[in-house]
């Protein structure tokens, strides 16, 4: 077996686009704890965000020959699993419309997490997940890719396709929501 561990990412695209699965392999080894995280920050850890995971690499390797390099490897994998997360996320929004009335939705649909849930599991990592799970999409997308996968606010507003206005102001409002769950969950 090839040690690929010497090859820069633009040269294993090139040999994963002459069909060598090797090469591509070792993307997907070099991605996908990055994947992983963005796509968890998302979803929660769900059988759905083990899926997303995986389609975000199908998708990659199905427009192998269309990629052109224009930004990192990284960012451009993060911005295939925040779009399907996305995706997913409205998939569930619909899917319980079919069961609640749009009343109901409006009001519970991104609802805190209820304290007496948290009381079983006062592990820090678990409060702050549970209280990110709760924010809109649009919000939690902001803050899984500036706070948790670090990126920058201008490469966070090339992946999500948003004026950096924009990511700033959504960032601001949603860390406000969040001291406000994390308030509410803690005392």
Do not use: C, W
Request: glycine share 6%.
């Amino acid at each position: 077996m090839k040690d690929y561990s010497s090859l820069n990412d633009l040269e294993l695209i090139g040999e994963a686009r002459k069909g060598n699965e090797g090469a591509f392999a070792a993307l997907i080894t070099r991605y996908e704890q990055q994947v992983a995280k963005t796509v968890l920050g998302m979803l929660g850890n769900t059988q759905e965000a083990d899926d997303i995971g995986q389609e975000t690499f199908v998708r990659f390797y199905q427009s192998l020959h269309n990629f052109r390099g224009d930004s990192g490897l990284g960012t451009y994998l993060t911005r295939i699993a925040i779009n399907l997360s996305l995706n997913e996320l409205k998939r569930r929004k619909r899917s319980m419309s079919l069961f609640f009335s749009a009343n109901i939705l409006e009001e519970k649909e991104f609802d805190q997490p209820d304290p007496e849930d948290v009381e079983d599991s006062r592990d820090t990592k678990e409060i702050v997940k549970k209280a990110l799970q709760s924010l809109e999409p649009k919000f939690r997308s902001v803050v899984v890719l500036r706070l948790l996968d670090q990126y920058s606010t201008k490469e966070a507003a090339e992946i999500l396709d948003l004026p950096i206005g924009t990511v700033l102001s959504r960032l601001v409002r949603a860390q406000t929501k969040l001291k406000s769950i994390l308030d509410k969950l803690i005392q």
